[in-house]
Antibody
Framework: QLQLVESGGGLVRPGGSLRLSCAAS????????MTWVRQAPGKGLEWLSY????????NYADSVKGRFTISRDNAKNSLYLQMNSLRAEDTALYYC????????????WGQGTTVTVSS | EIVLTQSPATLSVFPGERVTLSCRAS??????LAWYQQKPGQAPRLLIY???ARVTGIPARFSGSGSGTEFTLTISSLQSEDFGFYYC???????????FGPGTTVHI
């Protein structure tokens, strides 16, 4: 069954770091762009970053550029988001999603992992 | 950055009614627009891409239209399971800078 499962969320202090993971199953992971999207409590959706199938192309929202790094390991069918210099406003539910090229729409989503940045 | 505006912010409707949700882009995005439905506690679900292409498995009562800066998601006859949040999303820039609209809440 087509599935994305995020992990790695938790409570972290401001200025701290966290690495999120997303495990993909039942589709050819190395054929697809992947992306991260977050949703702050009670708020809307915010796109964060995407990565091409071969990792050559990456792109970031201004809000996380220079602090977050997206990567993938196609051999492990896994997507990652390294988050550094975390701020209170990074508190959110973080989703990974499959990105459909060339439309850049997200057709498969995980259930999300929660990141809380608080002292 | 391209900004998406959705209206109305909130909508209360009866089952069986026709519902029209609007999404406006701050500049021409051709047909590079998608619609998602999200229910409380669930991940978003892609409904429509390329402004009017319905995703396989999405009921035919959902339809999208528009191009340029004005887009519409229509639910021809609202069902009770259609409550939730609806977001539009664009991806027109190069390199793509994906943005979402603020959402419309549909109450049954």
């Amino acid at each position: 069954q087509l599935q994305l499962v995020e992990s790695g969320g938790g409570l972290v202090r401001p200025g701290g770091s966290l690495r999120l993971s997303c495990a993909a199953s039942d589709f050819p992971f190395n054929d697809y762009f992947m992306t991260w999207v977050r949703q702050a409590p009670g708020k809307g959706l915010e796109w964060l970053s995407y990565i091409s199938a071969d990792s050559v192309d990456t792109n970031y929202a201004d809000s996380v550029k220079g602090r977050f790094t997206i990567s993938r390991d196609n051999a492990k069918n896994s997507l990652y988001l390294q988050m550094n210099s975390l701020r209170a406003e990074d508190t959110a539910l973080y989703y990974c999603a499959r990105l459909v090229y060339p439309y850049y729409t997200m057709d498969v989503w995980g259930q999300g992992t929660t990141v809380t940045v608080s002292s | 950055e391209i900004v998406l505006t959705q209206s109305p912010a909130t909508l209360s409707v009866f089952p069986g009614e026709r519902v029209t949700l609007s999404c406006r882009a701050s500049q021409d995005i051709r047909n590079n627009l998608a619609w998602y439905q999200q229910k409380p506690g669930q991940a978003p679900r892609l409904l429509i891409y390329a402004a009017s292409a319905r995703v396989t498995g999405i009921p035919a009562r959902f339809s999208g239209s528009g191009s340029g800066t004005e887009f519409t998601l229509t639910i021809s006859s609202l069902q009770s399971e259609d409550f939730g949040f609806y977001y539009c999303q664009q991806n027109n820039n190069w390199p793509p800078r994906i943005t979402f609209g603020p959402g419309t809440t549909v109450h049954i």
